[in-house]
């Protein structure tokens, strides 16, 4: 962060407080308001947190305007062409690319570390046969501080980096068994021999009676789809990750906090929500009642898997997952399918209807991904754990982030009070 000479001034009933100005690598330039209540005695309203930085990062850049999206510097684009997801998990956590001796000690390490304690298995057991897998999810993410006694000390920076190996290492692995164990099946352990997108379908897909063959194009498109969502700056669920932390709270509970907050529709839980509703549309010809309900004022249905807070241009996410979407319909032979056939229509209606080109709104990435997943066979239920499988990498380097940094405060925002003012307690028999 580099002060420049701007300063920005603001005047309150005639007195005057200048406020520095930050300027970032890219981006608008940042108020630095942290002295403003102690001098003027003012808070700052920003409900959504739409025009406030809540910290410095050097992970990830988003410019929502142009469409643009980059990890470390490096374009999306690139990164889903070029690279893999184990390569951007070592790019998000480390910083840089790793040479290909590093990249080979990173992938073993993750490998090894695939299995869970035994003894959550038993953890497993008492959920509902019918819970939802990020119900699953929450829980068993956050009972691992139980487990791992050994990588809960923040203040260790090894221990962050053993508990950041486990995370990305096991989610796979919590996630396939959250599914296995809500469709009655045994848990299927993971195997060393295969890449990480390629054990996470296995761990998923074989059953006793039969092992699963890994299709080179459908592990390719899964690893995508994890690329696709490693990180994504201070959306909601990193900035619940990074306000957990900032009390001091262990990784597993941070990226349990992190889960929780990724479920909501508005969210990761968007995914879901966006196939139930192609489900609920069912035909082409009932598209036109979906478009009158999501422009209608009085009416809370939202076309799912389109808009969003921070792209007001084609999410680039969304451009990759588009490819990968045609290419996996097609080696499946599904693209006659009559749900694919409305989101094709609702996606070409919604792109050249006024009311979605005047608000700026896309589809956004879950639009395409739960289409792969759907064609994939997964069930609905499954989409959101698998974003939030993809994304722990985000979460943890952003917390790794946080820690490393010897200034960072907890978080406690302020508030407009617009409650009663302080009044006499009237005892019961006087109400
Ligand atoms: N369908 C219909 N209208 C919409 C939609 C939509 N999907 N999204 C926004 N609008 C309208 C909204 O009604 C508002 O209209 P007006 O200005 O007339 O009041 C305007 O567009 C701006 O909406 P907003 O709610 O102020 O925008 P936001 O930045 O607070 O919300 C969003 C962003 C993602 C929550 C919202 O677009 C939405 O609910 N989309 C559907 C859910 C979804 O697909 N979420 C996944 C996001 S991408 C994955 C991730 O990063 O988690």
């Given at each position: ?59 990830t850049y988003i410019d929502g305007e142009e469409g643009i999206l980059t990890h470390r510097g490096y374009p999306i684009g690139d990164l889903a062409g070029k690279s893999h997801y184990l390569e951007v998990c070592y790019l998000l956590l480390y910083g840089a690319l790793p040479t290909a001796a590093e990249l080979e000690d990173f992938e073993s390490t993750i490998t090894r570390h695939t299995m869970l ?315």
């Open positions: 962060m580099s002060e420049t000479q701007k300063t920005a001034t603001l005047t309150i009933d005639g007195a005057t407080y200048d406020l520095p100005v930050y300027s970032p690598t890219s981006g608008p330039d940042v108020l630095d308001i942290r002295k403003l209540y102690g001098q003027a005695g003012v808070f700052t309203y920003d409900p959504g947190f739409t025009s406030t930085a809540s910290c410095e990062s050097t992970i304690h035994e003894q959550m298995v038993n953890f497993f057991r008492g959920f509902r046969r019918d819970a939802h897998p990020m119900a699953i999810m929450v829980g068993v993410v956050g009972a691992m501080s139980a487990f791992y006694h050994d990588s809960t000390d923040i203040n260790d920076p090894r221990q962050r980096e053993i508990a950041s190996h486990r995370l990305i290492a096991k989610m796979p692995t919590i996630a396939a068994m959250a599914y296995k164990y809500t469709i009655g099946q045994p848990f299927v352990s993971p195997r060393n021999d295969l890449d990480y997108a390629s054990n996470f379908l296995r761990m998923c897909f074989a059953v006793p009676a039969e092992d699963y063959e890994v299709n080179p194009i459908l592990s390719r498109a899964m690893d995508r789809i994890f690329t696709l969502h490693a990180d994504h700056e201070q959306n909601a669920s990193t900035s619940t990750v990074r306000l957990a932390s900032s009390s001091g709270a262990n990784p597993f509970a941070c990226i349990a906090a992190g889960i929780a907050c990724l479920w909501g529709p508005a969210h990761g839980g968007a995914n879901q929500a966006c196939l139930e509703m192609l489900k609920e549309i069912g035909s082409v010809d009932r598209i036109p009642e979906y478009i009158a309900r999501a422009k209608d004022k009085n009416d809370p249905f939202r076309l799912m898997g389109f808009g969003h807070r921070v792209y007001k241009n084609m999410d680039p996410r969304a451009t990759v997952m588009k490819e990968s979407a045609d290419e996996v319909l097609e080696l499946l032979g599904v693209e006659d399918n009559p749900l694919l056939q409305v989101a094709k229509e609702l996606e070409h209606i919604a792109l050249n209807d006024p009311y979605f080109k005047d608000k700026k709104l896309f589809p956004n990435v879950d639009f395409y991904s739960g289409i792969i997943l759907e064609a994939m066979g997964f069930p609905t239920s499954m989409f959101t754990p698998i974003f939030a499988l993809s994304r722990t990498v985000g979460w943890i380097s952003q917390w790794k982030e946080q820690l490393s940094d010897p200034a960072h405060k907890i978080g406690r925002p302020r508030q407009l009070y617009l409650g009663e003012d302080v009044r006499s307690y009237a005892d019961i028999e006087n109400r």
